[in-house]
């Protein structure tokens, strides 16, 4: 098992930039992929960025080059660190994590509110 506390979001003007952590805990030497999930208001979730263990990253259209995703074994934690925030990022966004073995993203952190607006 693992899991998954998101902190960081809040309220920021467009332009803006803001830092999401997300504390693992439990069998984190199974999680193979860790990624970034929002769901916008009245929409569905989408990824925004994961990174695998060995380092790779992927990022969705809307966000390359202007967000990144990274981890910090040493502290058993993963960010996201978003600059020139728009409206259009306004979304819950959820931390999650996939272990060795599994195809898809088995755990999942509450979430965590980022507003973007002036």
């Known amino acids: 098992q693992v899991q998954l506390v998101e902190s960081g979001g809040g309220l920021v003007q467009p332009g803006g930039s803001l830092r999401l952590s997300c504390t693992t805990s439990g069998n984190i030497f199974s999680i193979y992929y860790m990624a970034w999930y929002r769901q916008p208001p009245g929409k569905e979730r989408e990824l925004v960025a994961e990174?695998?263990?060995?380092?790779?990253?992927n990022y969705a259209d809307s966000v390359k080059g202007r967000f990144t995703i990274s981890r910090d074994n040493a502290k058993n934690t993963g960010y996201l660190q978003m600059n020139s925030l728009k409206p259009e990022d306004t979304a819950v966004y959820y931390c999650?994590?996939?272990?060795?073995?599994?195809?898809?993203?088995?755990?999942w952190g509450q979430g965590t509110q980022v507003t973007v607006s002036s």
């Open positions: 990174t695998a263990t060995g380092g790779s990253t």
């Open positions: 999650v994590a996939r272990t060795y073995g599994s195809s898809r993203y088995d755990y």
